[in-house]
């Protein structure tokens, strides 16, 4: 069996009678939208329908890999243009109360949290604790790191650590 390597570097083993067919498959796609950086938004706008007509089918391994790299690609471009802003804690909490279609005293009662704590956190007042994040993140079924900003998340924001 004869492999071949695609331009993401991956090696794939051709078999008899589909080698050819993948290699062409992916190949097509290059030819449609080429694997760069995206510098514009019609090249955005492009690059999300070419992901959309293939996330709305089948896909072989070789158009798997194009789709894998060309959302990447976009990702990277709107993290640039659309950065999207740090939710505080009070509008965390705030809006997963409202999805959860709760009142702030059915929250706390669920949470094991004070009415008067959650009023203040809502009102900007007051910080949560480690403790509080872990009650509140248990009781909405979301990860603790939704209460963190990326800052807090990538300097390795004491509140959500153990204690030694």
Do not use: C, W
């Amino acid at each position: 069996m004869r492999s071949m390597i695609l331009a993401t570097g991956k090696t794939i083993k051709r078999l008899p009678g589909r080698g050819p067919a993948l290699a062409s498959s992916y190949m097509a796609l290059i030819r449609r939208f080429p694997l760069r950086p995206i510098q514009s938004e019609a090249e955005l706008d492009q690059a999300t329908v070419v992901m959309n007509s293939l996330l709305d089918r089948d896909r072989d391994p070789a158009e798997d890999d194009y789709l894998d790299v060309l959302s990447d690609l976009v990702e990277r471009y709107e993290d640039k243009h659309y950065p999207i802003e740090d939710v505080s804690e009070n509008e965390m909490v705030e809006f997963l109360i409202e999805q959860k279609g709760v009142t702030q005293a059915e929250a706390a009662r669920g949470a094991g949290i004070a009415e008067s704590t959650i009023s203040e956190v809502l009102s900007g007042k007051r910080r949560l604790t480690r403790k509080q994040i872990e009650k509140l993140a248990a009781y909405f079924h979301v990860s603790p790191a939704v209460f963190l900003t990326e800052t807090e998340k990538g300097n390795g924001n004491t509140r959500i650590k153990k204690n030694r």
